[in-house]
């Protein structure tokens, strides 16, 4: 639906988004015409001195039309709620296959990593007709990932991760955006979505250089940042046992159950006194200020790795 109005419509979710957007306009443009006519044929009917009937009211507004009218009117409200809300919520949460893509924003640039380790900066190649999920973080300040095309626009902040996910219909290169104000170079960070054919993703992909991968290269961070001297067997501390953790639920010492997914690991580094596993002292120093931002992604890519999920790639 490319058009003077509005940028390509690239994404499944561009084009479930302009429907909206056209057909609530075209609704809002036929009541703004309806109220136009009306008082248009009223100022003429009416006018000074015309010999239209003045006076008594029509009984027009019986019992019936009321209600009638009222429910009409709400229902197609109530319509339109589910109708948006239900596409939105859509938006939230990545089909389960979705290929993982990890975006990192600094001042002023997009830092993007592939399953198998490849980086890019400020260009993105997605495969085509895939769902794809973002997993992003900002070093710095807050950052906005925005693509036009596909309709998506999500803020990145530093210290906690951001998600969101899209589905490319189109091929072809189209615009990202930075859309939250982040310094003096805001208006230059910018960069390209690359869509191209499945087939032609793997070859790209595979043509990337070597790079042990984002699992691997977390091992080796576990080892040199020191984690393994209390998370691993031969270990005496007393620390929870990392294997199989990804994706499980966690009891805490505080009575809260939580998901150990990105946010909870990265937050465990980080904030280790704050989600205290239960059964466990709070001895974990904060790793925050230690750990850069791409460790922490790989060391968590690591972790999964230790329950069988390396993060698919094609
Ligand atoms: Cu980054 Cu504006």
Same mark, same amino acid.
């Given at each position: 639906?490319?058009?003077?109005?509005?940028?390509?419509?690239?994404?499944?979710?561009?084009?479930?988004?302009?429907?909206?957007?056209?057909?609530?306009?075209?609704?809002?443009?036929?009541?703004?015409?309806?109220? +136009?006519?009306?008082?248009?044929?009223?100022?003429?009917?009416?006018?000074?001195?015309?010999?239209?009937?003045?006076?008594?009211?029509?009984?027009?507004?019986?019992?019936?039309?009321?209600?009638?009218?009222?429910?009409?009117?709400?229902?197609?409200?109530?319509?339109?709620?589910?109708?948006?809300?239900?596409?939105? /919520?859509?938006?939230?949460?990545?089909?389960?296959?979705? /290929?993982?893509?990890?975006?990192?924003?600094?001042?002023?640039?997009? @830092? $993007?990593?592939?399953?198998?380790? +490849?980086?890019?900066?400020?260009? /993105?190649?997605?495969?085509?007709?895939?769902?794809?999920?973002?997993?992003?973080?900002?070093?710095?300040?807050?950052?906005?990932?925005?693509?036009?095309?596909?309709?998506? @626009?999500?803020?990145?902040?530093?210290?906690?991760?951001?998600?969101?996910?899209?589905?490319?219909?189109?091929?072809?290169?189209?615009?990202?955006?930075?859309?939250?104000?982040?310094?003096?170079?805001?208006? #230059?960070?910018?960069?390209?979505?690359?869509?191209?054919? @499945?087939?032609?993703?793997?070859?790209?992909?595979?043509?990337?250089?070597?790079?042990?991968?984002?699992?691997?290269?977390?091992?080796?961070?576990?080892?040199?940042?020191?984690?393994?001297?209390?998370?691993?067997?031969?270990?005496?501390?007393?620390?929870?046992?990392?294997?199989?953790?990804?994706?499980? @639920?966690?009891?805490?010492?505080?009575?809260?159950?939580?998901?150990a997914d990105e946010a909870y690991l990265r937050d465990s580094m980080?904030?280790? #006194?704050?989600?205290?596993?239960?059964?466990?002292?709070?001895?974990?120093?904060?790793? +925050?200020?230690? /750990?850069?931002?791409?460790?922490?992604?790989?060391? $968590?890519?690591?972790?999964?790795?230790?329950?069988?999920?390396?993060?698919?790639?094609?």
């Amino acid at each position: 639906m490319s058009s003077i109005f509005m940028p390509d419509a690239a994404s499944q979710q561009a084009v479930r988004t302009d429907q909206i957007y056209f057909v609530l306009l075209a609704f809002s443009g036929l009541i703004v015409l309806l109220v +136009a006519a009306l008082i248009l044929v009223f100022s003429i009917r009416y006018r000074r001195g015309s010999k239209a009937k003045r006076g008594a009211l029509p009984k027009v507004m019986s019992r019936e039309f009321e209600i009638g009218w009222t429910s009409a009117t709400l229902f197609l409200a109530l319509f339109i709620f589910w109708w948006v809300s239900s596409t939105h /919520l859509s938006a939230l949460a990545a089909p389960k296959n979705a /290929l993982e893509i990890h975006v990192v924003a600094k001042q002023w640039m997009w @830092k $993007t990593q592939h399953s198998n380790g +490849a980086r890019e900066i400020n260009e /993105l190649h997605v495969p085509l007709d895939t769902p794809v999920r973002l997993v992003m973080t900002s070093e710095d300040v807050i950052h906005s990932f925005f693509v036009p095309a596909f309709r998506m @626009k999500k803020d990145v902040l530093p210290g906690r991760y951001t998600e969101t996910w899209f589905r490319a219909t189109k091929p072809g290169v189209f615009h990202l955006f930075c859309a939250e104000y982040c310094g003096s170079e805001h208006s #230059r960070m910018t960069g390209r979505i690359v869509v191209v054919q @499945k087939e032609a993703y793997a070859r790209w992909l595979a043509a990337q250089p070597e790079d042990d991968g984002l699992a691997k290269t977390g091992a080796t961070v576990f080892r040199a940042r020191g984690c393994s001297g209390c998370h691993s067997e031969a270990s005496r501390v007393h620390a929870p046992d990392l294997n199989g953790l990804y994706g499980r @639920k966690v009891q805490l010492a505080d009575g809260r159950t939580v998901t150990a997914d990105e946010a909870y690991l990265r937050d465990s580094m980080l904030m280790p #006194r704050r989600d205290v596993v239960a059964g466990f002292e709070p001895i974990m120093p904060s790793y +925050a200020g230690i /750990l850069t931002d791409g460790e922490i992604i790989s060391l $968590t890519a690591y972790i999964r790795s230790l329950s069988g999920r390396e993060g698919n790639s094609q």
